[in-house]
């Protein structure tokens, strides 16, 4: 059974970078069609899609995002990690790390999530 | 404004079925498989429904997936109180701002 456990500073001041670690357990991280990713839900709102790394070191993020984003992976840690530069209150949400399953012809879903973690932008 | 549409709400009594649809478009659903995730408050989203319509183990088969052309229907019969929850339909669009995309959920209530 793949566990996902984020964790991460849950107040980040406005223009700084948000940090999030996501520990993978219990699963290979570095396993054929599985990608590592992150989603962010606004609170009260729906489900935004940041970003995917492999485990090889390859990522593709959101490119509403892709300016301000950084995904890296520690296959030795067994950690993945999110990086968000010049947040404002609207990055305020709470974070998800997820393991995603892709592969060409369109296969994409998310079946292992982490409990998600809240950050809050605010002075 | 999410990239795929799905109704605010839904509800229904006990025991009756309900359905919830998810629309797009031929870059997005029309191109690529409909996965459906379960959300209770304060929760993380649970997997329910992948690859349009395949359940993963655990998943009763109260659930259902379908998909035509470019919109996606989860369908959960047999409604329990239980069953009250958020429902979110996602997929990967194709399109030029190529991503993951979900729909804005739907909230669920079993009268």
């Known amino acids: 059974q793949v566990q996902l456990q984020e964790s991460g500073p849950g107040l980040v001041k406005p223009s700084q970078t948000l940090s999030l670690t996501c520990t993978v357990s219990g699963g290979s991280i570095s396993s054929g069609n599985y990608y590592w990713s992150w989603i962010r839900q606004h609170p009260g709102k729906g489900l935004e899609w940041i970003g995917y790394i492999y485990y090889s070191g390859r990522t593709y993020n959101n490119p509403s995002l892709e300016s301000r984003i950084t995904i890296s992976v520690d296959t030795s840690k067994r950690q993945l990690s999110l990086k968000l530069n010049s947040v404002t209150a609207a990055d305020t949400a709470v974070y998800y790390c997820?393991?995603?399953?892709?592969?060409?012809?369109?296969?994409?879903?998310?079946?292992?999530w982490g409990q998600g973690t809240l950050v809050t932008v605010s002075s | 404004q999410s990239v795929l549409t799905q109704p605010p709400s839904v509800s229904a009594a006990p025991g009756q079925k309900v359905t919830i649809s998810c629309s797009g478009s031929s870059s997005n659903i029309g191109n690529n498989y409909v996965s459906w995730y379960q959300q209770f408050p304060g929760t993380a989203p649970k997997l329910l429904i992948y690859d349009n319509n395949k359940r993963p183990s655990g998943i009763p088969d109260r659930f259902s997936g379908s998909k035509s052309g470019t919109s996606a229907t989860l369908g959960i019969t047999g409604l329990q109180t239980g069953d009250e929850a958020d429902y979110y339909c996602?997929?990967?669009?194709?399109?030029?701002?190529?991503?993951?995309?979900f729909g804005g959920g739907t909230k669920l209530t079993v009268l």
């Open positions: 996602g997929t990967w669009d194709s399109s030029l701002s190529a991503g993951g995309v």
């Open positions: 997820a393991r995603l399953y892709s592969k060409a012809g369109g296969w994409f879903y998310f079946d292992y």
